[in-house]
């Protein structure tokens, strides 16, 4: 039967690859690949599909950029007739975004069994628009794959009916080991913005609304940043919306050395960049896991996450966006190294290959 595998915008697209793969593997299941078109920027996109070596979307909805009302009603005003002409169809969701919810929630009226790889995870800040879309999906999903044991409970207190919730592991983290030898080298992708490589260095993103919409707390960030460039140079590949922020606030002028801005950076280069950097910043939800399956430490500028494995096993830690305790970490890992993790339960690679042979026992 097909299984409409959906991806609309940039940390879907590690998730979709390897699950892709051993559906393709299966002699149960036809992979049909629906590009929703949230992400749409050449570098929000063509570079991570060749990259992953995902095949080219079997349907793109094009929906692009516009509220979330206006984003989520297009995806699923263009995703039901898809639906429809499958056959026999299951569809296959990940993560958070907002063609998460949209595909989810058109098949679920349809009838159509949904399956939600990501589930579970709850930052408990309903602020956040993505906090909303993993509540939502959740509830309306009939198989649901979690990536840490904890996220059962979240679902469990939700009403969850827990027969249709597996512990898998991360497909994220497939990825990352699949690819990480072909990583392109920290010095190579330094080397084509037009900056040599420093020996050490560390690596920031941030693009989460919280952090980049409020001109104010995006200076104090963006000052944070400068002052850890005092001691090494801080790698900074910007998020469009970030770059936008930046330039609206009229704050290019802090983007200079010893921060080096780069472009939204592909898959293989980010891999690079993580692996190599002393430390890392960020508002992701992916690079935190990154960079505990890397054992490389992380500060995550935000009050919450939802991925708490992280902080409870990996090399995370949580800073909030406050200047003096974001610099005070900084420096406790540059002089002292960073917390000891060690990798989660299943995160080893394989969480794809789970997912694909309970697809196949309860289908
Ligand atoms: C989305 C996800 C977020 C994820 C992030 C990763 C939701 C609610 N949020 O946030 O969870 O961490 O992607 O990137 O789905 N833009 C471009 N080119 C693009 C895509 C976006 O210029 O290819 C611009 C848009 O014009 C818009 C801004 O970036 O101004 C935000 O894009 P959008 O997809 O709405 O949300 P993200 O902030 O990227």
Not at 71 to 95: I, S
Not at 168 to 189: F, K
């Amino acid at each position: 039967r097909d299984v409409l595998c959906v991806v609309g915008a940039r940390p879907n697209y590690m998730k979709i690859a390897p699950i892709h793969a051993s559906l393709t593997a299966s002699s149960r299941f036809r992979p049909r690949l629906v590009h929703t078109g949230q992400h749409y920027d050449p570098e929000m996109n063509d570079a991570f599909f060749a990259d992953l070596g995902l095949p080219r979307p079997d349907v793109n909805l094009e929906v692009g950029s516009a509220s979330h009302a206006v984003q989520t009603a297009e995806v699923m005003k263009r995703f039901e007739p898809v639906l429809m002409a499958a056959h026999r169809p299951v569809v296959l969701v990940v993560g958070d975004v907002n063609s998460t919810i949209a595909c989810a929630l058109v098949a679920a009226k349809l009838g159509v069994p949904v399956i939600h790889v990501e589930a579970g995870l709850r930052s408990y800040d309903r602020t956040m628009p993505e906090e909303i879309n993993r509540v939502l999906t959740d509830q309306i999903s009939d198989l649901l794959f979690t990536t840490e044991r904890q996220a059962a409970g979240n679902l469990a207190r939700e009403g969850v009916d827990g027969s249709k919730v597996h512990f898998v592991g991360n497909v994220m983290i497939d990825s990352l080991r699949r690819n990480l030898e072909r990583a392109v080298p920290a010095a190579q992708t330094i080397a084509a913005c037009g900056h040599t490589i420093p020996e050490r260095f560390a690596l920031a993103t941030l693009h989460r609304p919280s952090n980049v919409d409020d001109p104010m707390v995006l200076e104090r960030l963006l000052d944070c940043l400068a002052r850890i460039g005092e001691r090494l140079p801080v790698v900074f590949p910007l998020h469009p919306r970030t770059r936008a922020r930046v330039e609206a606030a009229e704050l290019s002028h802090r983007l200079q050395w010893p921060v080096l801005p780069l472009g939204p950076v592909g898959y293989l280069p980010i891999l690079g960049l993580m692996s190599k950097a002393a430390l890392v910043l960020t508002d992701s939800g992916g690079i935190q896991e990154e960079t505990t399956a890397l054992g490389v430490p992380c500060l995550t500028l935000r009050d919450n996450t939802e991925r708490p494995i992280t902080i409870d096993q990996g090399t995370n830690t949580l800073v909030g966006r406050d200047p003096a305790r974001i610099l005070a970490a900084a420096f406790e890992v540059l002089d002292n190294g960073g917390k000891a993790g060690k990798i989660p339960e299943y995160w080893d690679g394989h969480a794809s290959d789970r997912i694909v042979a309970i697809m196949e026992s309860v289908l």
